[in-house]
């Protein structure tokens, strides 16, 4: 009697991680959402390539920011009532964005979106982790899962509900949240409150460790890359329809599924961590680089955006797993400050290519992604002990 009750508890545990993880993969769908549609949006607000990726710029700054103090929030309210709190916020600014007339309205909607996600985002890995207790490596795996396949699904909806009106990928975000809102609130149990309360700048605080920092650093540089190809390389897709956007960004996220679940662990096991990072962060540079050749040569633009993806996947998972294994830190404080750093990269991206791209050339803004990503490299050179410590440490 007691194993069955025990059997039907796990079992209820892992359907309440499931569905946590479902509604992260929706989450994540976000990010690539409007990939699609930039184009679509830019010509029927009257929109420049600068003012359309300011869509990426808001709601990756709100992220950043507000993901510093979810910590605070989640240690006082619970882990559920958090995760509810960010898939209400994310179904009311979605909504409200495909309702826009403007794009400042717009950008304004994406930003409040932001909140939500942070809410959401930030809490969903702890959460999973405290219904499997004691298998925290098959949370992360199934985080991971999530993250991937939301970052390859979320252009690939975008394009098709793109078809119809740049609004419909909004709307259809609203929906799917709420329904992983109602999910939650009939399906999650309530998880207890941590004993230890988070202060409110303890995400700020956590910033004075010096790995911290310098990963975060190397995380920000990454980024800027990251968002300059995800946010501004659809412009170079000329001809392409939301749809066929879509399908590239699609092809794109699969292959960073696929690294980052499968391939990333293996290769570090085989090659070391510092050997294998280093390399993705090579060939990643030479993708954008193609990139910027591709605003002459039309068929390298979807080719160097697919083949990316795989790069990406790798430097996500490793630089992911040193952040989140920096001795000293409680986990979800760790995450929400390194989160900060690397979201603040990608908020500041997309403008600046967009900028770069109207005042100067559009292969120019690759090239400038190019030379930032380029000394994340230097930086992880010089802070190599960091990734040769994390791998003497997991050997011991």
Same mark, same amino acid.
């Given at each position: 009697?007691?194993?069955?009750?025990?059997?039907?508890?796990?079992?209820?545990?892992?359907?309440?991680?499931?569905?946590?993880?479902?509604?992260?993969?929706?989450?994540?769908?976000?990010?690539?959402?409007?990939?699609?549609?930039?184009?679509?949006?830019?010509?029927?607000?009257?929109?420049?390539?600068?003012?359309?990726?300011?869509?990426?710029?808001?709601?990756?700054?709100?992220?950043?920011?507000?993901?510093?103090?979810?910590?605070?929030?989640?240690?006082?309210?619970?882990?559920?009532?958090?995760?509810?709190?960010?898939?209400?916020?994310?179904?009311?600014?979605?909504?409200?964005?495909?309702?826009?007339?403007?794009?400042?309205?717009?950008?304004?909607?994406?930003?409040?979106?932001? $909140? @939500?996600?942070?809410? !959401?985002?930030?809490?969903? #890995?702890?959460? &999973?982790? %405290? /219904?499997? =207790?004691?298998?925290?490596?098959?949370?992360?795996?199934?985080?991971?899962?999530?993250?991937?396949?939301?970052?390859?699904?979320?252009?690939?909806?975008?394009?098709?509900?793109?078809?119809?009106?740049?609004?419909?990928?909004?709307?259809?975000?609203?929906?799917?949240?709420?329904?992983?809102?109602?999910?939650?609130?009939?399906?999650?149990?309530?998880?207890?409150?941590?004993?230890?309360?988070?202060?409110?700048?303890?995400?700020?605080?956590?910033?004075?460790?010096?790995?911290?920092?310098?990963?975060?650093?190397?995380?920000?540089?990454?980024?800027?890359?990251?968002?300059?190809?995800?946010?501004?390389?659809?412009?170079?897709?000329?001809?392409?329809?939301?749809?066929? $956007? @879509?399908?590239?960004? !699609?092809?794109?996220?699969? #292959?960073?599924? &696929?690294? %980052? /679940?499968? =391939?990333?662990?293996?290769?570090?096991?085989?090659?070391?961590?510092?050997?294998?990072?280093?390399?993705?962060?090579?060939?990643?540079?030479?993708?954008?680089?193609?990139?910027?050749?591709?605003?002459?040569?039309?068929?390298?633009?979807?080719?160097?955006?697919?083949?990316?993806?795989?790069?990406?996947?790798?430097?996500?998972?490793?630089?992911?797993?040193?952040?989140?294994?920096?001795?000293?830190?409680?986990?979800?404080?760790?995450?929400?400050?390194?989160?900060?750093?690397?979201?603040?990269?990608?908020?500041?991206?997309?403008?600046?290519?967009?900028?770069?791209?109207?005042?100067?050339?559009?292969?120019?803004?690759?090239?400038?992604?190019?030379?930032?990503?380029?000394?994340?490299?230097?930086?992880?050179?010089?802070?190599?002990?960091?990734? &040769?410590?994390?791998?003497?440490?997991?050997?011991?």
């Amino acid at each position: 009697m007691e194993n069955q009750i025990e059997i039907q508890e796990q079992t209820k545990g892992k359907n309440s991680a499931f569905i946590v993880a479902a509604t992260c993969m929706i989450a994540f769908m976000g990010v690539g959402l409007v990939d699609p549609i930039l184009k679509t949006i830019a010509a029927q607000l009257n929109a420049t390539p600068a003012e359309t990726t300011l869509l990426f710029t808001s709601y990756m700054l709100v992220t950043g920011v507000v993901m510093l103090f979810t910590g605070f929030l989640s240690s006082r309210i619970g882990l559920k009532k958090t995760l509810m709190a960010g898939l209400l916020i994310i179904v009311v600014f979605s909504a409200l964005g495909g309702f826009s007339d403007t794009i400042g309205a717009l950008i304004g909607f994406r930003a409040g979106w932001g $909140v @939500g996600n942070a809410l !959401f985002v930030s809490t969903a #890995l702890a959460t &999973i982790v %405290s /219904i499997l =207790v004691g298998n925290t490596e098959k949370a992360i795996m199934m985080y991971e899962a999530a993250l991937g396949c939301g970052m390859a699904v979320g252009p690939l909806v975008g394009g098709i509900l793109g078809s119809g009106s740049w609004r419909y990928p909004f709307f259809g975000v609203a929906v799917l949240m709420f329904c992983g809102f109602a999910a939650l609130a009939l399906l999650l149990p309530e998880t207890e409150k941590p004993k230890k309360k988070v202060g409110f700048w303890e995400g700020v605080k956590a910033l004075s460790n010096h790995k911290l920092r310098s990963v975060g650093l190397i995380a920000l540089l990454y980024n800027f890359g990251f968002f300059t190809l995800l946010a501004y390389a659809p412009f170079l897709l000329v001809g392409y329809t939301e749809l066929e $956007v @879509g399908f590239v960004f !699609f092809g794109w996220g699969v #292959l960073l599924a &696929i690294a %980052s /679940i499968f =391939v990333a662990p293996a290769l570090e096991k085989k090659f070391t961590t510092y050997r294998t990072i280093l390399t993705a962060f090579i060939f990643f540079i030479i993708c954008l680089v193609l990139l910027g050749f591709g605003a002459s040569v039309q068929i390298l633009v979807p080719i160097s955006i697919i083949l990316a993806g795989f790069f990406q996947g790798i430097i996500n998972t490793l630089l992911t797993t040193i952040a989140m294994e920096i001795p000293g830190l409680q986990r979800n404080v760790a995450s929400s400050s390194y989160s900060f750093v690397r979201f603040f990269g990608g908020a500041l991206a997309p403008f600046i290519a967009g900028l770069i791209g109207e005042h100067v050339g559009e292969s120019y803004a690759f090239y400038f992604a190019g030379v930032i990503v380029l000394i994340s490299v230097i930086c992880i050179i010089y802070h190599r002990q960091y990734f &040769i410590t994390n791998e003497v440490e997991g050997q011991e």
